[in-house]
C-alpha cells in the first residue's frame, strides 16, 4: 500500500508542482486521475471545503491546497529544500508565491473571455511579467531558488508552460521574450531540468482542451 | 544591538490587527506608523512597491509584507514564547490551509455586504456559509489553536470587530447563526490582551465603514 497517495487532474497545473515536490525529493507516491467535470466521492471526502485538486493522501491523511501541500512535504522530507531557512529569506520566498498563486487565475481569465474582458485580461499579464521581470528576477539569479528551483520556480510555472499554450488557443502574443529577457532566460532554464521537462501536460493535449473549453464558453455566450 | 521593529499600519484594517495581536502576544516592542490609504506615504511606497498595501512590517530595515506571511516571520523569529504555528507538521498544515481559507473569503465577502449594492443578499448567504464553516472546524475546542490561540485564531479574530458593520449595512444578526464563533471572539479579547488592545471597538468600525460609503457615493 501507497503511503503517499496525489489526486489530482492532467490540465491542472497547481498539480505539477506536487509531482515536481515529491519527484526532487525521491518519494514514491500513488497518482489517482481525478475528472473534475465528474468529481469522485474520495475527492469530495478528501476536501470537502473546496472539492478541488491537488489532494495529498499521507497516511490516509489530507492535505489540500498546493502551497500547503508544498511545505507539507518540504517539513517531512527536507531533502532538497523548497524554501529557504533564514527567516527573512523565506518570507521574501512566501511573498513571490502568494504573488504568483494569486495571478493563476489569469490563465482561465484569457481563454474563457473575449472582446474587452479579454483585453483586460491581456493587460494584467503584462503587467504581471513586467514585476517578475523588474522585480521578482533582479540578482542575475537562475531560478528564483538560486541555482536550484525551489517553491517559487514552481508557484511561477504557469507562466513557463501554460501560457504558451494559451496564446495559441487564443490567438494572441502577450509573452514578447526580447520584452522580458529575464523571465525568458528563467523558463529556458527552469524547463531544462529533466523532472520538469519529464512532467509536463502534453502540449498537443493541452491545446486542443483549452480550445475545447473556449469554444464551449463561446458558444454558449451566443446562446 | 536591539531590534528596530516598525509597522506600516492603517487602524481598521483587520491584516494589521492580526500583526499587532502577533507582536503583542511576543511582547515586542515596535512602533507603529499610521498610514493615509487615500495619500500613500513614500515609505510604504518603497516598502511594498507591489501592492502598495499595509501592513508591512519592517524589521532592521527589511520589509516584510501580506499579513499571514508576516505572522509566519515573527513566529519563526521570535520563537521564544506563544507560538502562532503547531509544531506538528501535519497540524501546521491544517492551521494553513484554515488561514488560507480565511485570506480567500472573509474580506471580500464582508466588503460585499458592507457595501450594500446588489449583490448584497448573495455574500449575507455566503458570509453566513463560510462563518457556519469555520465555526464547525472550530468545534468543541476554546481556541483554533487548542488550549491557546494560534495562527488561525489570529487570522480570524480581527473580522469579528467589523461584524456589527456587516450587521447593520445587511440587517441581519451573525450571532443568531453562529453564536459559537461569536462567544470564541468574545474569549479571546477576554482572555488575551494582545487581541483587546489590538481590535477597535466596533461602533469605531462602523464609523469609519460610513465615512467610506460617503466618499464611494455608496449613501
Known amino acids: ?82 524554501l529557504p531557512a533564514d527567516p527573512y529569506e523565506r518570507a521574501v520566498a512566501l511573498f513571490w508565491i502568494k504573488f504568483a498563486d494569486d495571478k493563476v487565475f489569469l490563465l482561465s481569465k484569457l481563454y474563457q473571455t473575449d472582446g474587452e474582458e479579454q483585453q ?18 533582479i540578482g542575475g539569479k537562475k531560478f528564483f531558488g538560486g541555482d536550484e528551483i525551489n517553491m517559487v520556480d514552481m508557484a511561477f510555472s504557469f507562466v513557463a508552460h501554460w501560457l504558451g499554450i494559451l496564446e495559441d488557443v487564443v490567438g494572441l502574443e502577450i509573452f514578447e521574450p526580447h520584452k522580458f529577457p529575464r523571465v525568458s532566460s528563467w523558463i529556458q532554464n527552469f524547463k531544462s531540468i529533466p523532472i520538469i521537462k519529464e512532467n509536463l501536460p502534453d502540449v498537443d493535449k493541452m491545446y486542443a482542451f483549452s480550445k475545447h473549453g473556449r469554444e464551449m464558453m463561446l458558444a454558449s455566450k451566443s446562446n | 544591538m536591539e531590534d528596530e521593529v516598525v509597522l506600516l499600519d492603517f487602524w481598521p484594517s483587520s491584516f494589521a490587527m492580526r500583526v499587532k495581536i502577533a507582536l503583542g502576544e511576543k511582547g515586542i516592542k515596535y512602533k507603529c506608523k499610521q498610514e493615509d490609504l487615500f495619500n500613500k506615504s513614500p515609505l510604504l511606497l518603497e516598502m511594498n512597491p507591489i501592492h502598495k498595501k499595509i501592513p508591512v512590517l519592517i ?27 503547531p509544531s506538528c507538521p501535519y497540524q501546521r498544515s491544517q492551521a494553513l490551509f484554515w488561514a488560507d481559507y480565511i485570506d480567500k473569503k472573509i474580506y471580500g465577502i464582508g466588503r460585499r455586504v458592507w457595501m450594500g449594492k446588489e449583490d448584497q443578499e448573495e455574500a449575507k448567504e455566503e458570509l453566513m456559509q463560510c462563518l457556519k464553516t469555520l465555526e464547525r472546524e472550530l468545534g468543541d475546542k476554546l481556541y483554533f489553536g487548542g488550549q491557546n490561540i494560534g495562527v488561525v485564531d489570529v487570522a480570524l479574530v480581527p473580522f469579528t470587530t467589523w461584524f456589527y458593520s456587516y450587521e447593520t449595512c445587511g440587517n441581519f444578526s451573525i450571532e443568531a447563526g453562529c453564536p459559537k464563533l461569536v462567544a470564541w471572539a468574545k474569549r479571546c479579547k477576554e482572555n488575551y490582551r494582545s487581541v483587546s488592545e489590538a481590535l477597535p471597538h466596533p461602533l469605531q468600525i462602523y464609523e469609519y465603514v460610513m465615512e467610506l460609503k460617503k466618499r464611494l457615493g455608496l449613501v
Do not use: F
Not at chain 1, 120 to 137: C, F, G, S
Not at chain 2, 69 to 83: E, F, G, R, T
Open chain 1, 1 to 82: 500500500m501507497a503511503v503517499v497517495k496525489l489526486i489530482g487532474a492532467w490540465p491542472s497545473a497547481y498539480c505539477y508542482r506536487v509531482i515536481w515536490a515529491l519527484k526532487l525529493k525521491g518519494i514514491p507516491y500513488e497518482y489517482i486521475e481525478e475528472d473534475l467535470s465528474n468529481k469522485s466521492h474520495l475527492l469530495l471526502q478528501y476536501n470537502p471545503i473546496h472539492k478541488k485538486v491537488p489532494v495529498l493522501l499521507h497516511d490516509g491523511k489530507p492535505i489540500c491546497e498546493s502551497t500547503v501541500i508544498l511545505r507539507y512535504i518540504d517539513e517531512i522530507w527536507p531533502q532538497n529544500p523548497l
Open chain 1, 120 to 137: 483586460a485580461a491581456v493587460k494584467e499579464w503584462l503587467e504581471m511579467l513586467e514585476v517578475m521581470e523588474e522585480h521578482a528576477l
Open chain 2, 59 to 85: 524589521h532592521n530595515g527589511k520589509p516584510i509584507s501580506e499579513s499571514l506571511i508576516i505572522l509566519q516571520y515573527i513566529d519563526q523569529v521570535w520563537n521564544h514564547k506563544s507560538p502562532l504555528l
